[in-house]
Nanobody
Framework: QVQLVESGGGLVQAGGSLRLSCVSS????????MGWYRQAPGQQREFVAS??????NYSDSVKGRFTISRDNAKKSLYLQMNNLKPEDTGVYYC???????????WGQGTQVTVSS
């Protein structure tokens, strides 16, 4: 069983920065994809960024502003968010997909609020 715990959310003004962290209860292999998703009020959860080995992908809405990284030794995933916009507001979730089981694991989410 994999448990993921996010932290680092908060309230920030537009143009500001936040760094989200996600810590796993177990070691996740570099071959297993990890990612960040977000959900704004009244909207569906959407993809933000993912990383597997050195392959990184971003949604168009965050490209150039957000940076995803992982430290496998620390069982951690990060999301550096710069130049935040009000439309970045939402609950941010960490996700891991384990190739060995094919299962998705989600964290409980951390709230990010960007004021204009």
């Amino acid at each position: 069983q994999v448990q993921l715990v996010e932290s680092g959310g908060g309230l920030v003004q537009a143009g500001g920065s936040l760094r989200l962290s996600c810590v796993s209860s177990t070691y996740i292999l570099p071959r297993d994809v990890m990612g960040w998703y977000r959900q704004a009020p009244g909207q569906q959860r959407e993809f933000v960024a993912s990383i597997i080995w050195v392959d990184i992908n971003y949604s168009d809405s965050v490209k150039g502003r957000f940076t995803i990284s992982r430290d496998n030794a620390k069982k951690s995933l990060y999301l550096q968010m710069n130049n935040l916009k009000p439309e970045d507001t939402g609950v941010y979730y960490c996700k891991a997909n384990l190739r060995s089981s094919g299962r998705d694991y989600w964290g409980q989410g951390t709230q990010v609020t960007v004021s204009s």
